[in-house]
């Protein structure tokens, strides 16, 4: 079997028949699909049950107390069969044909990882596809620390999401890249580990993934269990700097700094004592050599925190590296 496509479900009824029209839809790969209920509430399993009748040879599905989306996505690549893995949030939908595309270009190169592209929607809008630079676009199958470090050539160019990426399910397993249950955002860590693992990584510019943004989901609320998670995972990236590679550790030293920012400026925003946190960002942009980079905000956070978030305020500067959400 070619591919595994895994869907958790959670409370979802609102929004997964029109995820799952969409992936059933895919018709030129041989492919099944793992729908993995986790503990909803709703109608969603019912629905669940409806396409496993419709589609029976090629759905399975699991019925879980909830644990979270780590737990599901986890059970999902245990139970999986095909030879690559994608994943797929039971509120959005994807391009079908230009699923098919992506993935059989990334499977003729026999990549670890194929890299692709979404847009967000919100009820009727359809956003452009999102930014990726000139380098990224041109760089040809190489190591994943490369693609990593070219990443950061282009502004706001790295992206955290599993869903428009495609991985093959050999070197997960071998790498023993699972997902961490207790953290929230989880592809934060589950991304760039991909990246300082992968032999083969190129990316492949089709943006077959619609990613739905709507008010009170997990990746728009800011809050202290996200931050908490945010710290967790910087120690966790910081602990691979020595053992990768020099472009490893390039792209770690520009990617560490701007996570922890975040935190620093939750600190002083909040008005809690932030002293620790400080120190903390300070400990880590040294250890990482993050000066190097020449990154004027945070060589200006490093000594004077609260003028930095004060000219970060008044400029509207984002925060960190990652893409701002397109307007439609």
Not at 75 to 98: H, M, N, Q, R, T
Not at 269 to 297: M, P, T
């Amino acid at each position: 079997m070619d591919l595994t496509i895994i869907v958790p479900v959670y409370n979802v009824e609102e929004f997964l028949v029109e995820c799952l029209e969409s992936i059933y839809k895919v018709s030129d790969i041989d492919y099944e699909v793992i729908l993995v209920n986790d503990g909803s509430k709703d109608d969603s399993l019912n629905i669940l049950k409806k396409y496993k009748e419709l589609y029976p040879t090629k759905t399975k599905i699991i019925d879980k107390e909830n644990g979270g989306l780590s737990s599901a996505r986890n059970i999902g690549i245990k139970e999986a069969k095909g030879e690559y893995l994608a994943f797929v949030d039971s509120d959005d939908v994807i391009d079908p044909k230009g699923f098919e595309e992506f993935f059989k270009e990334g499977q003729r190169l026999d990549l670890d990882v194929m890299v692709g592209n979404m847009r967000y929607f919100s009820e009727n809008k359809i956003g452009e596809p999102l930014f990726r630079s000139q380098e990224i676009k041109d760089f040809t199958v190489s190591k994943g620390t490369k693609f990593f470090l070219t990443l950061f050539q282009g502004s706001k160019c790295f992206r955290e999401e599993v869903v428009d990426d495609i991985y093959k399910r050999e070197f997960i397993c071998e790498n023993k890249l699972y997902f961490h249950d207790n953290l929230i955002h989880e592809d934060s860590y589950f991304t760039p580990m991909v990246y300082l693992k992968a032999k083969r990584i190129k990316y492949i510019d089709i943006a077959f993934y619609y990613y739905r943004q709507r008010n009170g989901s997990i990746m728009s609320v800011v809050n202290d269990k996200s931050i908490e998670s945010l710290e967790k995972i910087c120690y966790m990236l910081l602990s691979e700097f020595s053992k990768t590679d020099e472009y490893g550790r390039e792209a770690l030293s520009k990617l560490l700094p701007s996570f922890y920012k975040v935190i620093l400026y939750r600190y002083i925003n909040s008005g809690k004592d932030y002293k620790q946190k400080l120190k903390n960002y300070r400990d880590i942009f040294k250890e990482v050599r993050a000066v190097k980079n020449k990154n004027l905000e945070e060589i200006f956070i490093y000594f004077a925190p609260t003028v930095a978030n004060f000219c970060r305020k008044i400029i509207g500067k984002e925060i960190g590296n990652t893409q701002k959400i397109p307007k439609f």
